[in-house]
């Protein structure tokens, strides 16, 4: 899904938010670290675009995680992930390190096993509300003697922020 | 897609059957120039299925118009954008070429650095794949369409991060250091605002058209193809570039010019943290002080925990977490600099310490202790600068860069061997000038 959103140029968060003169962000990211043995972390983030809030942003990037979970992803770019995936074994093997933290792990066998249906799924399955953390880093002046924007309360639980 | 189906059968054969060992016992560099002037360095490495291939041309930053610093670089992130049509080749828009590069599971980039404009080409060497990835390649390379409305969002974004930059310490100081340090030589000329928009996308045409040339290319491949091989593929990657005969020659670029005084620069800044520069231009990378230098600045402020100025700075009197020496040579004499953080109210202090351990250093040299370190950790470490096709690669452009001799890097350890205490105080003597040096302080408090 993190590929499907963020692994190649024109992928879903170019395409959708960070394209055109009335793009949303300057940038737009989306990556997860699948290695870890708990329950890891998928982060999605960005930098709003000249005029553009961090709600509209965080708007949009809510959008593309909800548009897999609508309507699923297509063949051709579950295709794409796995042939970069694939490449990418291959590529790993050229650093010694790699190497290293390689060994145990076998994730690249189960991976031609992925269906486009499986992510979708996940895309339902995951990432809910109750399970979201929202943070937005504001500007603050370098000028010690202005007064700074208080830091947003922090809320937990419920809600989106 | 029924292609990608039997490739990604018959990867996952290949990546099944591959052995994990890749170490070199020596380094064959084979080394030609080809028919259209290219001259190719390759190293063959069968192990893997893939390549590694970097073109180097002269068209970095140096060779940026007056008042349009960022160009070379702008050229170079726009190859990626587009590319135009080209007898029944259609054109491909940026997404359209993403999209493509994610389907051969290939790499390619483009960047200018300070001498160098490179390309950057990984992908792996089955059959069908590697036919695809070096033709998307040399049409990147070649018909790039340099779209405006691109360009003109890629410079807001552009601006936009350099705003982001600004608000940090550490961008300021290094700006304000590199242009007090060299003056008004390129080196010292980065992009801002005004300059990139002084850039239009007929700029990067002409810049194209003007240093692109096969004449000029320096090619390095390392991976699993042979020489005919290699030859064959980059005679392809540049088949679509011009290759002028005789090769006209650009311009002479002047050199970086001495200091003449010591100058200090103090930049009010609310951080947490003070940061500090201190250094002079440094040396030319065909220097035959190099090695004595490389050495020398290990010892100085290269070497992490066990240099000078971290056991003076940090050890002996907690001023900083970081403190480090480099230089930075190129066809021109890059940045020697000193550089440390520490908290705003000790930054003086500081600073008086890293200079007198310059200075000390200059005046007097290592101890032959020192020196005996310093060559254990470089010649014990040097097999891990060499331990992947991508690190060998580096090593080769900058050999095929700066015409060093073929066996470089089978007598490096040699070279570094031989440096004696006196080469290094000598070679130090010679390039720093401790009493004239640039100071730059962002943050500090007195």
């Not at chain 2, 608000?167 to 008004?184: L, M, N, Y």
């Not at chain 2, 109210?345 to 200079?355: I, Y």
């Not at chain 2, 470490?381 to 890097?409: E, G, I, T, V």
Request: with cysteine.
């Amino acid at each position: 899904m993190s590929a499907v959103l963020d692994g190649y140029n024109g992928s879903r968060l170019d395409r959708a938010l960070t394209q055109g003169a009335d793009r949303v962000a300057d940038d737009a990211g989306a990556y997860h670290d699948f290695s870890g043995r708990g329950p890891q972390i998928f982060v999605l983030e960005g930098v709003p675009a000249a005029g553009k809030t961090p709600e509209a942003l965080e708007a949009a990037l809510r959008e593309q995680v909800n548009r897999i979970a609508r309507d699923g992803i297509s063949e051709a770019e579950l295709q794409r992930v796995k042939a970069q995936w694939v490449a990418q074994a291959v590529y790993k093997r050229d650093s010694l390190f790699n190497q290293a933290r390689e060994i145990g792990t076998y994730w690249v066998e189960g991976l031609p096993l992925v269906t486009a249906e499986q992510v979708k799924s996940v895309a339902q399955r995951y990432f809910g509300d109750d399970s979201l953390t929202v943070a937005h880093l504001l500007p603050q002046p370098s000028n010690a003697q202005a007064p700074r924007k208080p830091a947003m309360p922090l809320r937990h639980g419920e809600g989106t922020r | 897609m029924k292609a990608t189906h039997k490739i990604l059968r018959r990867l996952a054969l290949v990546a099944g059957l591959l052995s994990a060992s890749s170490l070199w016992a020596a380094l064959p560099i084979q080394h030609w120039t080809a028919a259209n002037g290219a001259r190719i360095y390759l190293v063959e490495s069968p192990s893997l299925p893939m390549v590694d291939i970097q073109i180097d041309f002269d068209a970095g930053s140096r060779r940026d118009p007056t008042g349009q610093a960022g160009l070379a670089s702008a050229t170079a992130g726009m190859l990626s954008k587009g590319i135009a049509a080209q007898g029944n080749q259609p054109a491909l828009d940026e997404n359209a070429l993403g999209e493509a590069w994610a389907d051969l599971g290939a790499l390619f980039s483009a960047s200018a650095g300070s001498d160098r404009l490179s390309l950057f080409l990984r992908t792996l060497t089955v059959p069908d794949l590697l036919e695809g990835a070096i033709r998307l390649a040399a049409r990147q390379l070649a018909q790039p369409s340099f779209p405006a409305a691109i360009w003109a969002i890629e410079r807001d974004r552009t601006v936009a991060a350099l705003k982001e930059a600004y608000t940090r310490p550490g961008t300021v100081a290094q700006r304000r250091f590199a242009a007090a340090v060299h003056g008004r030589h390129p080196y010292g000329n980065e992009a801002n605002e005004a300059s990139l928009n002084a850039i239009q996308v007929a700029d990067m045409r002409a810049f194209h058209a003007r240093f692109l040339d096969s004449c000029r290319a320096r090619v390095s491949v390392v991976g699993a193809l042979n020489r005919a091989q290699a030859e064959q593929r980059v005679l392809q990657l540049l088949a679509g570039l011009p290759a002028s005969k005789p090769c006209p020659a650009l311009p002479a670029v002047a050199e970086v010019p001495a200091l003449t005084q010591a100058q200090t620069l103090r930049v009010p800044f609310d951080s947490a943290q003070a940061h500090v520069l201190m250094g002079q231009p440094g040396y030319k990378r065909n220097d035959p002080d190099f090695f004595a230098l490389t050495v020398g600045n290990y010892i100085l402020g290269g070497g992490g925990f066990v240099s000078r100025l971290t056991e003076q700075v940090r050890e002996k009197r907690g001023l900083s977490y970081s403190v480090y020496s480099y230089f930075a040579p190129g066809l021109h004499a890059g940045p020697f600099a000193v550089g440390l953080q520490t908290r705003p109210d000790q930054a003086d202090q500081a600073l008086q310490v890293a200079r007198e351990v310059v200075r000390t250093f200059v005046a007097e040299g290592p101890t032959e202790a020192e020196l005996k370190a310093a060559k254990d950790n470089l010649i014990g470490s040097f097999p891990l600068r060499l331990d992947s096709n991508r690190k060998l690669l580096d090593n080769l452009s900058n050999m095929a860069w700066h015409q060093l001799p073929l066996d470089y890097l089978d007598t490096w350890t040699q070279a570094v061997d031989r440096v004696t205490v006196q080469d290094i105080r000598a070679a130090f003597q010679r390039k720093l000038q401790p009493e004239r040096m640039v100071t730059v302080m962002v943050g500090a408090k007195p």
